[in-house]
Each structure stands twice: as C-alpha cells, then as structure tokens.
Nanobody, 125 residues
Framework: QVHVVESGGGLVQAGGSLKLSCAAS????????MGWFRQAPGKDREFVAS????????DYEDSVTGRFTISGDQAKNTMYLQMNSLKAEDTAVYYC??????????????????WGQGTQVTVSS
C-alpha cells in the first residue's frame, strides 16, 4: 500500500507563485508514475501534470505549459509542482496521485491507484 500526502497550497495573488509537494510512503515500484490533478467548484477533476519516474518523461495540460514545472526526488518518493504566473482559473483543490505501474493514459484520473487528500490553491485577481 502507498500513502500519499500533498501540501503547500494557499492564497496568492494573480501572477504569483506557489510550490506544492507530494510525499508518498510505503511500498514503491520500479516503474511508476505520479501526477497532479485539480478540481474547481462545480467542475470535474482534471489533469494538470505527470511524471514517469523510470523514463523521466513529463506531461502538462496545455493551459499550464510554460507556467508549471513538475519535478521530484525519486529516492525520497517526493514530487513537486512549481506553479508560476498563477491565474484566477488555477484556483482549485490540487490532488497528488500515484500509478503503481505505468499503463494507459496518465491524463485519466481513473487509472491512478492512490490519492492524497488534496490541498487548496486560491488565486485572487
């Protein structure tokens, strides 16, 4: 089993920056991926970014490309999301997720195995 905890959310002004972290504990696998998703009020949970640890491949949703950067320390099972140039539409609860074996589409939240509790990000305009 894997326990996932994300943190780092808060209130920032538009144009500001925020860094989220996600720590995974418990059993790990040689070929796994981690991803960030977000859910705004009245909206479905949507993909933000992901990283495949074995290959180092990263993927970003179009609206955050160039503004957000996903990174991490695999030895510590910790992932980060550096968010710059934040916009009001980035306001959401952000969730960290773990896929124990890379498969299917990493943009699909249904394919992930473990989830954190979420951390609120609010961007004021």
């Amino acid at each position: 089993q894997v326990h996932v905890v994300e943190s780092g959310g808060g209130l920032v002004q538009a144009g500001g920056s925020l860094k989220l972290s996600c720590a995974a504990s418990g059993r790990t696998f040689s070929n796994y991926a981690m991803g960030w998703f977000r859910q705004a009020p009245g909206k479905d949970r949507e993909f933000v970014a992901s990283i495949t640890w074995k290959s180092g491949r990263t993927d970003y949703e179009d609206s955050v490309t160039g503004r957000f950067t996903i990174s991490g320390d695999q030895a510590k099972n910790t992932m980060y999301l550096q968010m710059n140039s934040l916009k009001a539409e980035d306001t959401a609860v952000y969730y960290c997720a773990v896929m124990i074996f890379v498969r299917a589409d990493l943009r699909n939240p249904s394919t992930y195995d473990y989830w954190g509790q979420g951390t609120q990000v609010t961007v004021s305009s």
